[in-house]
């Protein structure tokens, strides 16, 4: 409930408890012989400031507690319900003669999705206008609460010019149903022939989304930007940003994803069409999607013909308890999976499912892959699911419902940003050919955004990534040859989920494409054509990031190593000595790699690698990666046991990941003292040295006392790891190493 319906039915309440309290003190006097109308209104009266009857009780000794009670109360309850009622009328009043004339967010329809939009632009401190027909809507009480304008009816031509609704920076329709939003669409952009905002249509359907994304003509005027835009699509972007598989492919030493997701709904399937045409890395190869559903129709099958023409996809038509107890198949699915998503299901609960694939992966010793089930829990919040991941079970709970939506996600605005640039910048190498961005067909346009939201992988594929403020990089060559094949294979990988399919001659109403085929099959020329348009694209990446006028700028991305010897208490003075040579070591990193981000990697065994990454994370503003040496349930063994330092860390990483086992059998690593348990830590070792930049070492100097400890970590920086090792890390080291930063420590 509202605050606003709280508090009148709290004056409401306030109201009928005076009046029987007043009437139960009349019963107690001879007026109670009077007819109870006569009472009621006497009573009532109170409130209207006339008690002169009152005093007649005064006079005959018949005034009691619960009169005098009532006298007192009811006309400072008068009182306050008209100062209520003439603020709220003023504060909307004002709200009304202070609205925003210009760069607003105009909503239209405050069902959950457009709610959602206005409360997250509310939250970016953006001025909203909000338009809702049902006077009844449970929403509109809070946005108002919250500053927001809401027109209450129907929109015309005299609303939207007293609300200056042609000004607004965006337009978004959330009206209900794909018919009713494209309806209310069409009738309210007729009233608004001048605009120049972008406009948001939210759908439901896939299918009316693909249809329309062939040039949509309900929208008279040229000029304005048309964006559709789905829940279910929204989520899988987020997700794949959120969670994106290349550091777990690294870890793993694989070359190939392999996404496993239970369900066929609209977000499951969005969801594989996602990984399908944006997991595309260095080497090129398809992702691999299996996807068990007990679902089968006609729609269902042509959603994944599609989502087949651009990956390895495998369907498993089966119900999910009768896969849980096929050990066989089920192993079969999970040996080599990358990531697992668990979307709702009627069968059986998310959750549990999820427990018993991570168990699964615990007995069967398989590389504990994250899984993500969804849960459409109302309250659920980013702070909630920070606590599920203090204990590392590989498990994470996602939102699927509507309280994800923000304005961000919908408008990508670096996204529109970069799209329109790498148009332009054909467009004007090419002006005979090529179209300009305002009459480009819609599926173009949205080809072009797919093209800019890619940037972010194939940044990290370089060691890079989008900033806060402007500032650049530079590529050699061979990372714009990897950069250039990967958005080949990307682009190739989106067409076809789009319906494209090769030819010798091209047909965009048809769908054909001349350049439809693997990389290694382009003619060198082709291969130079898009090389070329790659790099002129990258060269206008980086104008830009250097442009202070834009949100963003670009990075490069420095990995440094933690390694060091365990401890779990020191002297004062010992502290503050390791603290501050630590300190010199972390301020050297940051003189030698200026302008970039900082990303630590550890195992976060107790002392020295705790310590290193608390200092970095306070005077490098670092982020780090928890790189745990098996599962939690056995590292653990190992820590003090009233340790909650471990948790406590965990919970400030931008990731962990449990590294793939060397050991074959689970039995063998309970035992502290078994060689498994050392081999495990070499192969933690051999990770370490593979996938950084840098490495920082609290050490004594001295030949290690095991297999796999800080010496070895060291030794194989500065050699190599032995071949022996090599196993634990198939994925490329990257090359000649940094000396290595040593922080002189003794241990006792």
């Given at each position: ?27 107690q ?15 009532a ?62 909503v ?87 605009l ?6 939210h ?10 994304k ?97 990956s ?19 192993l ?36 504990m ?32 419902n ?51 939201l890619?940037w ?8 890079a990534?989008?900033?806060?403020h ?91 190593a ?6 779990t ?69 190992d ?28 039995a ?53 790891v ?27």
């Amino acid at each position: 409930m509202d605050s606003q319906k709280k508090s009148t039915l709290f004056l409401f309440g306030l109201f009928m408890f005076i009046m029987l309290v007043g009437l139960f003190g009349v019963s107690q006097t001879t007026r109670w012989s009077e007819p109870l109308a006569n009472n009621i209104y006497a009573i009532a009266g109170l409130f209207a400031f006339s008690g002169d009857w009152t005093q007649e009780l005064y006079k005959t000794n018949q005034m009691n507690p619960f009169i005098e009670f009532a006298r007192f109360a009811a006309p400072l309850t008068t009182a306050l319900i008209f100062f209520y009622l003439i603020f709220d009328g003023a504060k909307q009043l004002i709200a009304y003669l202070l609205r925003p004339r210009s760069d607003f967010q105009l909503v239209v329809g405050l069902g959950n999705k457009g709610s959602a939009i206005a409360l997250s632009a509310l939250a970016a401190n953006k001025p909203v206008i909000a338009i809702e027909s049902n006077p009844e809507n449970s929403h509109i009480a809070l946005l108002k609460q919250k500053g927001t304008i809401v027109h209450v009816g129907d929109i015309n031509q005299s609303v939207a010019d007293k609300l200056h609704l042609q000004h607004a920076e965006a337009v978004f329709f959330c009206c209900g149903d794909d018919s009713h939003n494209i309806t209310i669409a069409q009738q309210v952009l007729t009233n608004l022939t001048n605009l120049k905002a972008p406009v948001f249509v939210h759908l439901h359907s896939r299918v009316l989304a693909d249809q329309l994304k062939q040039l949509p003509r309900f929208i008279e005027n040229t000029s304005t930007e048309l964006r559709f835009w789905r829940k279910s699509q929204l989520l899988a972007e987020q997700l794949f940003a959120k969670y994106p598989p290349l550091p777990l492919l690294n870890i793993q030493g694989k070359d190939q994803v392999h996404l496993v997701i239970f369900g066929s709904n609209d977000a499951a399937l969005d969801l594989a069409r996602t990984y399908a045409k944006s997991a595309i890395y260095s080497s090129l190869k398809p992702v691999k999607i299996t996807l068990i559903t007990a679902d089968s129709n006609a729609q269902l099958s042509a959603e994944l013909a599609a989502i087949d023409a651009a990956s390895e996809l495998t369907v498993i038509n089966q119900q999910v308890h009768e896969l849980l107890a096929d050990n066989k198949l089920l192993l079969d699915i999970i040996s080599n999976a990358t990531q697992i998503y668990i979307f709702d299901t009627q069968q059986i609960n998310c959750f549990s499912i999820a427990l018993t694939l991570r168990n699964k992966m615990l007995v069967e010793c398989l590389f504990m892959a994250p899984i993500y089930y969804a849960t459409s829990y109302t309250e659920f919040s980013e702070q909630q699911q920070a606590k599920t991941r203090q204990i590392p079970d590989n498990l994470v709970a996602f939102n699927d419902n509507s309280k994800d939506i923000n304005i961000s996600a919908v408008t990508q605005p670096r996204g529109s940003v970069l799209a329109k640039r790498a148009h332009e910048q054909s467009y004007q190498a090419n002006q005979a050919n090529v179209t300009s961005w305002q009459d480009l067909p819609y599926s173009l346009k949205e080809a072009n955004r797919a093209f800019a939201l890619s940037w972010r992988e194939k940044l990290a594929m370089v060691n890079a990534r989008f900033s806060s403020h402007s500032s650049s990089i530079e590529l050699s060559d061979n990372e714009l040859n990897v950069m250039s094949s990967m958005e080949h294979a990307r682009w190739c990988a989106e067409r076809k989920i789009d319906g494209w399919q090769f030819s010798s001659t091209r047909s965009n109403i048809a769908k054909r494409h001349t350049l439809i085929k693997p990389w290694h099959e382009l003619t060198q020329q082709q291969q130079q054509g898009n090389s070329d348009f790659f790099a002129a694209a990258v060269n206008d990446l980086l104008l830009l990031a250097k442009d202070t006028t834009q949100p963003f700028g670009i990075e490069k991305v420095v990995t440094v190593a933690v390694t060091g010897h365990r401890f779990t208490d020191l002297e004062s003075q010992q502290h503050d000595i390791l603290v501050r040579d630590i300190d010199q070591q972390l301020d050297a990193l940051k003189q030698a790699h200026p302008n970039c981000h900082f990303q630590f990697v550890s195992g976060l065994a107790e002392g020295a690698d705790r310590l290193v990454i608390e200092r970095a994370l306070t005077r490098l503003d670092a982020s780090f990666i928890a790189l745990l040496p098996m599962a939690y349930e056995l590292y653990k063994l190992d820590f003090s046991k009233q340790d909650s330092e471990f948790e406590q860390l965990l919970a400030k990483a931008q990731w962990f990941v449990e590294i793939p086992p060397v050991y074959q059998n689970l039995a063998e690593m309970e035992d502290t003292a078994n060689e498994s348990r050392a081999l495990q830590y070499a192969s933690l070792a051999a990770h370490l040295v593979a996938m950084s930049d840098e490495l920082i070492a609290v050490w004594d100097s001295q030949p290690g006392k095991g297999i796999g400890g800080t010496a070895d970590v060291v030794n194989w920086w500065q050699h190599g790891v032995p071949e022996q090792f090599k196993r634990c890390y198939p994925f490329t080291s990257k090359g000649l190493k940094a000396e290595v930063r040593i922080v002189d420590f003794k241990r006792d």
